[in-house]
């Protein structure tokens, strides 16, 4: 129950949900869990929502689309990817369109940390999605203290406990980008209340990348009556590619190929150009 007076009670990942997770996903989370083993769950008390997130990617009209550009510094798929600063980054991005800030916290496999988040937050106005690999509520907490608008819930990761962990996040006030894969997960996804959801059309398991996951699972969503918004997430590198989710996607997030290409704003522009 998540009430104004009540606090959704949301406990982290037991070993046994953890263990349902496959390959590089799986070992980031059990590492991710034992980073966490030691925090306080409480989520303490509610935070207004400010939708900042949320509204930043709703189009003006079903043709427009927005960036979520990511500070990725690092991956498991690429390896280093470029030494950026975060804030400078997050200004480029800014001024290249980007109409939110994707932030990789997590510290291993991507070179991220709350440092990076920190900074973004106070270099730009531009809402701020707090991305890692959330298995305990403390890192909803700490999303929301250190002033990210928004927080990443993997379906892949959470399973059934998807719905907790966004009642969580709104509890704190936090738009949640509830990622998908796979037509069970977007199910799970609508049946959560998920108001944004992002398609990754990476498979975080064998890391390959299908650019035709997302059209195919947003046509699948629109058809179920989901009236959110909807990212495509990954994998994008050309204005081209970009096109084939223009009419229906509302954002697309896009790191990698954003983050190497050593001018951040004009390959944010290029990226974007119809
Ligand atoms: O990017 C990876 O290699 C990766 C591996 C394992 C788990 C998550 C991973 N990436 C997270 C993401 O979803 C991406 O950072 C994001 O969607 C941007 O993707 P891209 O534009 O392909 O960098």
Excluded: C
């Amino acid at each position: 129950m998540t009430g104004p007076l009540s606090s959704p009670t949301v406990r982290p990942l037991d070993p046994q949900q953890l263990a349902r997770v496959p390959g590089v996903l799986g070992r980031i989370v059990h590492e991710r869990a034992a980073d966490y083993a030691a925090a306080r769950p409480e989520l303490g008390p509610p935070r207004p929502a400010s939708r900042r997130f949320e509204n930043a990617l709703r189009a003006p009209d079903a043709s427009a689309l927005a960036l979520i550009a990511e500070v990725k510094r690092a991956s498991p798929s690429q390896g280093a990817i470029a030494p950026l600063d975060p804030a400078a980054a997050a200004r480029a991005y800014a001024q290249g369109g980007a109409a939110a800030i994707s932030v990789l916290t997590e510290p291993r496999h991507f070179d991220g940390d709350r440092e990076a988040l920190l900074a973004v937050v106070d270099a730009v106005g531009l809402p701020v999605l707090r991305k890692d690999f959330v298995v305990h509520p403390a890192m909803l907490r700490e999303a929301a203290e250190w002033g990210a608008a928004a927080a990443l819930l993997m379906v892949s990761v959470l399973g059934e406990a998807t719905a907790g962990y966004l009642a969580a996040a709104h509890h704190l006030g936090l738009d949640a980008l509830v990622e998908v894969h796979d037509e069970h997960e977007l199910d799970v996804a609508l049946a959560a209340g998920a108001r944004i959801i992002g398609v990754n059309n990476r498979d975080l398991t064998t890391l390959h990348i299908d650019l035709a996951v997302s059209p195919r699972l947003i046509r699948r969503a629109r058809e179920r009556g989901f009236a959110g918004v909807l990212v495509a997430e990954s994998g994008y590198r050309s204005a081209g590619e970009i096109q084939a989710v223009r009419g229906l996607a509302g954002a697309v997030l896009v790191g990698s190929s954003l983050a190497g290409s050593g001018d951040l704003a004009r390959a944010a522009r290029e990226l974007m150009a119809s």
